[in-house]
């Protein structure tokens, strides 16, 4: 039982830990989900297919699948969350 004692201790203190991470990670999470297919999103994916955005600019929020990755997993931890 000490055994079961401090391992769930040690998971519970991880996951504490875990989601106040999350919890401070939802405004991004938000942004980027308004950004995500918006007007100003389509206007920089036009932008940065025309040449007019800076080379040594970081692109991964033009890249669809990456903002949707996160978006998804946002919605699949939501789901793990209910249970």
Known sequence: MERH??????????LSSALD???????????????????????DFADDEAGLLPKNLKRGVLAEDSIWNVLEAYRELQERTKR
């Open 5 to 14: 004692l401090k391992h769930a201790s040690a998971a519970l203190k991880r």
């Open 21 to 43: 991470k999350y919890d401070e990670a939802k405004a991004d999470i938000a942004a980027l989900s308004d950004y995500y297919g918006s007007d100003l999103w389509k206007q």
